[in-house]
């Protein structure tokens, strides 16, 4: 500090206190219309940061406008398709009871007019076969099922025979083996339905007439069923269309 006032002096002594009072004067002037400048510069920033920021909200609070009238709209959709599937629900718990009438009518009728068709409450119920897109490879689905309304566990054992012709002799096959299903697997465990499905590969030669499905109960009951289907028949409607044996 001394030494800057001894070099003021200086200036002082040599270009004279006047001049040297003006030249201060004009550097304190131009540090402060520095500062000045840096200040409407930072204030001029803060306010365009500001008004950035007022449109961003601004977009901010449009889009959750849209989203809010989004989320209504979604929500009314969502009611109407749950009362629409409250409604589809109770029209298939008619269809369920309506068809499980028919079925215990059905279960009635078999049992007076072919009582072999039916054991222990339990029935060969379809058999369907679907062509798949490989040559000579097929799909098929066999469904035993309980119509009796107690429906106690029942165990058994199925056999599924596939007859047809090689060069006009009759031959027969395991469709079981065919589909490689296990033997383990030909053993069934039920309460209500099961369901047998499985690919195989029809062997080369054999022009396919029927199926016949077999049947043993063994527990919640005893007895042997077995019902034959037709090949044209159940490949056709894709469904079976069996005739009884």
Same mark, same amino acid.
């Given at each position: ?15 004279? &206190?006047?001049? *040297? *009072? ?47 009238? #989004? ?19 109770? #029209? ?17 009728? #078999? ?37 009796? #309304? &107690? ?75 077995? &019902? ?18």
């Amino acid at each position: 500090m001394i030494k800057k006032l001894l070099s003021i002096k200086q200036l002082q002594q040599r270009f004279g &206190r006047l001049p *040297v *009072v003006l030249v201060s004067l004009l550097l304190l002037c131009l540090v402060i219309i520095s500062a000045y400048q840096v200040g409407v510069w930072h204030a001029r920033y803060l306010k365009q940061q500001v008004s950035e920021q007022k449109q961003q909200l601004a977009q901010l609070y449009q889009q959750l406008d849209q989203f809010e009238y #989004q989320r209504n709209v979604l929500q009314v959709e969502l009611d109407v398709e749950k009362s629409a599937n409250q409604n589809l629900q109770a #029209q298939l718990g008619e269809l369920q009871e309506e068809n499980y009438s028919l079925r215990e009518n059905v279960a009635f009728y #078999q049992k007076i007019m072919a009582p072999e068709l039916q054991q222990s409450g339990v029935v060969i119920e379809s058999l369907a076969v679907s062509k798949n897109r490989a040559e000579r490879h097929y799909h098929f689905s066999l469904a035993l099922l309980q119509v009796e #309304q &107690r429906r106690e566990l029942v165990e058994g054992e199925i056999a599924i025979q596939l007859v047809g012709r090689v060069k006009g002799e009759e031959q027969r096959f395991n469709l079981l083996d065919l589909a490689n299903i296990s033997p383990s697997e030909h053993n069934f465990m039920m309460r209500y339905f099961t369901l047998y499905e499985g690919d195989f590969l029809l062997p080369k030669g054999l022009v396919p007439e029927r199926i016949e499905v077999t049947a043993n109960i063994t527990r919640g009951g005893s007895g042997r069923l077995q &019902r034959t289907f037709f090949w044209r028949d159940s490949l056709r409607n894709g469904q079976a269309s069996g005739e009884n044996t």
